[in-house]
């Protein structure tokens, strides 16, 4: 909770920049674990951010982000001695994040309209779900005839954590492009977060660092 109220008092000091600007960004997102084989696939992102210019190149760029994350992954165990097994484990995984990036943003316009972005600095985040759905299949064999299959059984379960495992932390690096027509804006931005999400409990996934694609469509107030 401290931390919590630290993020928001950082939020609220934002305001002394009198040049402000803020807005709202919508979209989808392209997650994937750092050190585990996963398939990303799309899930939704919603940001208020707000950017207080220092220069004509940098910035101080405050966003409150929530991202629903979602992979896919598979995972093949072999085991048994004289009968053989393959367990085969296909998991669907939804991962609701919550993040409070606090970036310096590095800004370079080439013209009216596109802009190249770089931000890096510190971020908070928190887990307020994980939801995953596993489906199992098993096979035996025998080990002198792998030709003869037996297929044994089918099954699948549900995991739903809600809650707060950890407030982590840590350093976040941005790169992209934006394009700016009036009030309206499309980023394109790709993220490393250098901390751990957090997936304890029954999750099938451990904790792991992520990195995301964005593409997002924002106005600006």
């Known amino acids: 909770m401290k931390r919590l109220c630290i993020v928001l008092i950082l939020f609220s000091l934002s305001s002394?920049?009198?040049?402000?600007?803020?807005?709202?960004?919508?979209?989808?997102?392209?997650?994937?674990?750092?050190?585990?084989?996963?398939?990303?696939?799309?899930?939704?992102?919603?940001?208020?951010?707000?950017?207080?210019p220092v220069n004509t190149y940098f910035s101080i760029n405050l966003e409150l982000m929530y991202s629903a994350k979602k992979g896919e992954m598979n995972d093949v165990i072999l085991g048994g001695t004289y009968t053989g097994a393959i367990f085969s484990h296909n998991i669907n995984y939804s991962i609701g994040v919550i993040e409070f990036p606090l970036l310096l943003k590095n800004h370079?316009?080439?013209?009216?309209?596109?802009?190249?972005?770089?931000?890096?600095?510190p971020s908070f985040s928190t887990r307020i779900f994980y939801m995953s759905k596993t489906n199992r299949q098993e096979f035996l064999f025998e080990i002198h005839?792998?030709?003869?299959?037996?297929?044994?059984?089918?099954?699948?379960?549900?995991?739903?954590?809600?809650?707060?495992?950890?407030?982590?932390?840590?350093?976040?690096?941005?790169?992209?492009?934006?394009?700016?027509?009036?009030?309206?804006?499309?980023?394109?931005?790709?993220?490393?977060?250098?901390?751990?999400?957090?997936?304890?409990?029954?999750?099938?996934?451990?904790?792991?660092?992520?990195?995301?694609?964005?593409?997002?469509?924002?106005?600006?107030?």
Not at 32 to 52: D, H, M, Q, V, W
Not at 110 to 116: L, M, Q, T
Not at 195 to 221: C, N, P, R, W
């Open 145 to 221: 005839d792998m030709d003869d299959w037996s297929y044994v059984k089918y099954d699948y379960d549900y995991i739903l954590e809600m809650g707060n495992p950890a407030f982590e932390h840590g350093l976040s690096i941005h790169g992209g492009f934006s394009i700016s027509v009036h009030h309206f804006l499309l980023d394109f931005r790709y993220m490393y977060d250098f901390y751990e999400i957090q997936t304890v409990g029954k999750a099938d996934i451990d904790d792991e660092e992520m990195h995301s694609y964005l593409i997002l469509l924002g106005y600006e107030f």
């Open 16 to 52: 002394i920049y009198a040049d402000s600007n803020y807005g709202i960004k919508i979209g989808t997102n392209f997650s994937k674990f750092r050190s585990i084989e996963t398939k990303a696939k799309p899930g939704t992102t919603l940001c208020f951010y707000k950017n207080n």
């Open 108 to 121: 370079y316009q080439i013209n009216k309209k596109i802009g190249f972005n770089l931000y890096a600095g």
